[in-house]
């Protein structure tokens, strides 16, 4: 029976709104790439959204369902557009900036970008490409002098655009399954692929984060934006924020530690996100520098790679910072699980609860989750039987942007993530690894994530990547590449082989071990193992 | 253009799914009738749920969109009730047990309840009128003894019903846009009118209430749901508990202050539910009887009318419990805006705190609010002018239940409250009065609500109520009617003036007060001014 209740669309739109009718005095601050600090209200933002809203119809010609693409760092225009491009029933497309330019070649053209919005700072990447673009009609200069020279054909600048525009804008009734914002995946396998996210799913992600089993971000927060706009759009903070009412702070390209630390400390931050490597960052350089003052930071939600266990204990105990795991892919908006303690954990020892910390946790209401066994059966929530994870949802893909590729996806309408991971009783899912990632030697299989997570643990490793290289005994064996603090403190093959034998079992502790000055890193900042490999088999790795 | 994501519809079977699915061993706790613990799991519901399924559709022919009612205390059998009936598609309608019988006869026969399923204390309310009940094949008892005795035709035990079937069901996908439960409004003005919910509006309401700036639930909190399950399905917490996580402590009958005191001691309860009348017993039986440990109970949500000022002070300085003002209605299913103190507070004083805290609050993200003038101008929020209250969003009625009447709804879509309200400029709504309890003396417009309110700051008052009577010289003037605390210390009518004094303007101050041993309350306890009034015009109050 059909019910009778209003029809309300939850789109982007909705979420503006409310933003500018219940908390139109909170804050959006953006340290802007030119190190200024910029400041305004959701009630500004709101206007602004409004003329460019009228300059993309009026005067770009943009209509309903065109894809419009952004180049550029966190700040408050890129938070415009994300509200003005989907407004107008368009789709906000954020382009990585990090990508290699035959990718960003390749991701324009296929997304047939109309217009780009390009950050002043990052014109030279675009420069280089121009002429292979084929749908791009209009570049819109971002944070740009007025003197600003380019080579890229008609440009405009941003601020020129939105100046001849009304404030007066009526914004259309939206279908909240239509798409209002795109982004790729980072393509570390074969071609980067195109994800269209819906009103709908971007809204209801957006409310489920704010839960207090999930983010539980209120208006007493201030959220630190430190995932770039462009890497599955900022995980919907731009979003969230409006409906949680928490101010909103952007670092634009100020991603240094020193740069975030002094966010935190200006803005009185109480939560933010990033990836571990950003937080490691952190932390080290706060380590060696301690603020004057405790933070007012609470908690950092933390995705995209596993959160060390070394680090969420470090943050703790030196400055009573929390470290929240969380897990998703570009394919699930991205957030799907997150790891809280729950009150049957409060018996265990500090260790045991941090086992569970770092764990990728619970699922949000709004999605399920399983684990596949090899056998195609479905795994008992035992925390040992590893499988692969399957996710389903309401801010789930079920296909990617022009393929009729069904590989990714199971004949009862999961989509395979192609993590190995478990899930034990309470529910808690634990990524053991990538399925390309696993190592398997002489018949057993070994997780880099674990090995990794174990090697970061060692006061003098900062970080590390286990790789599976070929074995004459056992097929495969595992490889470390270390990145040390100290390099001038001697840690040896052997004194890493003994540190490990307390968590692993020998024919899983690695005999190998290659010292760098870095690990080579992805456009989204998680380890390249790609890349590892090449340098392994190019004999690079000694 | 067409997003890529899952279908995935909002439903009661989603939530359902969910809470078996991550929160299996969180509990439902029962203080059954006859004073008996009743206890079990999320996940022993859950396959109870899928019997009743089988029994519904098999052994009693329920259909999709059949409306099936319920006459039951909050007991985890009407939980079950909540999530079999509409899992199967058909719709679970909550009877209010506390109507007239002439007003239980009309609303059966207009919702065309085929099954009811009744509480045996209850069983004698039904009795009555059954022979004029023209829909109805089954009754199914509650919580019956095995030799329970009616009149009623065609009757089945519950747990006979449940003991043959199996716990083997396939749930149906549901369309979100279908009816899952239905209400009727509590009739103070003309016939009780239906209202449909639907399985989204349901999930939406459930997944906002437990937000940080909403109710604020975890999977820490263990929530005592005193509000009953036929008044607006609990303000939906049988079904945001399981996507919280929340333990759900249940009171079916047992509504005395002193037996719900046991209850948030012995069940560590920490946030709770219910009308202001249920708080005021319970803060006056704790000051005369203080618990001897301090309770878990943190927080306790209000809505029905309007929360007194002088309650949450009280609550706060003697027990250090924060009561936190809601507003809904049955229309808006209900919770439509809470109010909570934000940053901006902070610098306020106690009493301007308590202000906004005794206010309606702001609206939750989902719905939208407004107020009218008698112009037909929308009125600026100013905290000042006062117009009627309209409303919209994704938990708001469209139409009532087998009407066309569309007095309730404004041209542009919006509902008609009937409430008579302001807004702030922080986005605070008040409730000044129900259009038709204002007052209005000599041209100017007297709240009911705010003489109410500072009347029970009183300490000698406990309740009070206030009409307007015919006045020769002012066309209208208030008329308080009061129940002491204690009867034998006199409260006069020039101690009252004098009293309010502070508060109000002379003309705004009632000069008539009558003293009632109880004020006549509604169905769902409130203050029955309709009641007070025909007493009034009998002569009854003196």
């Known amino acids: 029976m059909e019910s009778l209740m209003m029809n309300y669309p939850l789109t982007t739109t909705t979420i503006l709104e409310y933003g500018n009718s219940v908390y139109h005095y909170k804050k959006i601050i953006t340290y802007l790439p030119d190190g200024e600090r910029h400041e305004y209200f959701f009630s500004d933002m709101y206007k602004r959204c409004k003329k460019l809203a009228n300059a993309l119809t009026q005067k770009l010609g ?71 673009l084929e749908t791009v009609e209009y570049y819109v200069l971002l944070n740009a002098p007025k003197d600003f020279k380019t080579t890229l054909q008609n440009t405009i600048q941003y601020e020129d655009l939105l100046a001849e525009q009304s404030e007066e804008y009526q914004w259309p009734i939206l279908n909240e399954n239509d798409a209002c914002g795109m982004c790729y995946t980072s393509g570390t396998t074969g071609l980067p692929k195109g994800v269209l996210y819906s009103h709908r799913s971007t809204y209801l992600h ?226 053991k690894d990538r399925t390309k990632d696993l190592i398997k030697s002489g018949g057993e299989w070994i997780s880099s994530v674990a090995l990794e997570s174990a090697l970061m643990a060692h006061p003098n490793i900062r970080e590390a990547a286990v790789i599976a290289v070929p074995d004459q005994k056992w097929v495969e064996k595992p490889l470390a590449s270390i990145v040390l603090v100290n390099k001038e403190k001697n840690t040896t093959a052997a004194e890493l082989i003994a540190f490990l034998d307390r968590e692993f079992v020998k024919y899983q502790i690695p005999k190998d071990y290659v010292y760098l000055d870095e690990i080579p890193k992805t456009s989204v900042g998680k380890f390249d193992k790609k890349e590892i490999r090449i340098l392994f088999s190019e004999g690079k790795l000694k």
């Open 62 to 132: 943009i209509k309903s369902g065109d894809i419009v693409g952004t180049f550029a760092w966190n700040h408050y225009a890129h938070v415009e557009l994300y509200y003005g491009i989907s407004g107008i029933g368009a789709v906000c497309h954020p382009i990585n900036i990090r990508l290699s330019s035959s990718q960003t070649e390749y991701i324009v053209n296929n997304s047939e970008d109309r217009v780009i919005f390009v950050d002043a700072t990052l014109v030279p990447l675009l420069e280089k490409i121009a002429p292979l």
């Open 206 to 431: 957006a409310t489920n984060i704010i839960t207090p089993n999930a983010g539980n971000f209120s208006n007493e927060d201030t959220l630190l934006l430190i995932v770039p706009q462009f890497h599955v759009m900022a995980w919907g903070f731009p979003y969230l924020c409006l409906l949680s009412g928490s101010n909103m702070v952007l670092p634009s390209s100020n991603l240094q530690p020193e740069a975030l630390i002094n966010m935190l400390q200006a803005e009185k931050v109480t939560k933010a996100n990033g990836v571990p490597t950003i937080w490691l960052g952190i932390y080290h350089t706060m380590k060696e520098n301690p603020p004057k003052e405790k933070l007012a930071l609470k908690e950092y939600l933390v995705g995209g790679s596993a959160l060390p266990k070394s680090l969420i204990e470090g943050f703790e105990k030196d400055f009573g910072i929390k470290g929240v795991q969380a897990w998703g892919m570009t394919e699930t908006s991205p957030l799907g699980t997150v790891s809280r303690l729950q009150l049957q954990h409060n018996h265990l020892s500090n260790n045991e609860k941090l086992d569970i910390r770092a764990k990728q946790g619970f699922a949000f209401p709004g999605v399920e989750i399983r684990i596949m066994t090899d056998e195609g059966t479905l795994a008992p929530s035992d925390g040992n039987t590893m499988g692969e994870l399957q996710i389903k949802g309401a801010w789930v893909i079920n296909s990617y942007f022009k393929t009729n590729n069904l590989d990714s996806f199971t004949a009862d309408g999961w989509f395979k993530t192609g993590d190995v991971s478990t899930i034990d009783p309470d529910g808690y899912m634990e990524i």
